[in-house]
């Protein structure tokens, strides 16, 4: 019998008790995940503006799952539904995040490595909450403008 995991509850939350728990990888990682689906839902909202029948939704949803979280924020600049500066915020978090899951394995060949600074870390996810919160506000306000209750 196969067994499955997922993530129970709202991703933000569950990242930040990770954080906190002192597993700063599976909090990032949680985070980056959540924002990437985020844009992936802000990109395809953005059909619903255009005016896409529901029928070519399924090929839609499925294309949609192969964008990566930069490609994702960079379709979203070239449509109008960020801005440059939010698209750089969103690159630099990836970047960042990179960065830091990537010090967490250095290994210098000469010289004691410390690890990773943990204020970086910090700085980093924070950024991450925010983000993964702006980015849901986009989507509801989009919602809301389509199908006000």
């Known amino acids: 019998m196969s067994e499955f995991i997922k993530i129970n509850g709202f991703p933000p939350e569950y990242a930040k008790k990770a954080f906190d728990d002192g597993y700063y990888l599976e909090a990032l990682q949680t985070l980056h995940g959540w924002i990437e689906c985020k844009l992936r839902e802000l990109l395809l909202l953005q059909r619903t503006l255009l005016g896409a029948s529901f029928d070519s939704w399924s090929k839609a949803w499925d294309i949609s799952n192969e964008f990566s979280l930069n490609n994702a924020s960079k379709a979203l600049l070239v449509l109008g539904a960020i801005t440059e500066e939010e698209q750089k915020d969103i690159s630099t978090f990836n970047r960042v995040r990179n960065n830091l899951v990537h010090k967490m394995f250095y290994d210098p060949y000469n010289e004691h ?11 980093a996810f924070e950024k991450g909450l925010h983000l993964a919160d702006f ?15």
């Open 113 to 123: 490595w410390q690890g990773v600074d943990k204020q970086e870390l910090v700085n």
């Open 135 to 149: 980015i849901d506000s986009k989507s509801c306000a989009i919602n809301e403008k389509n199908n006000p209750l």
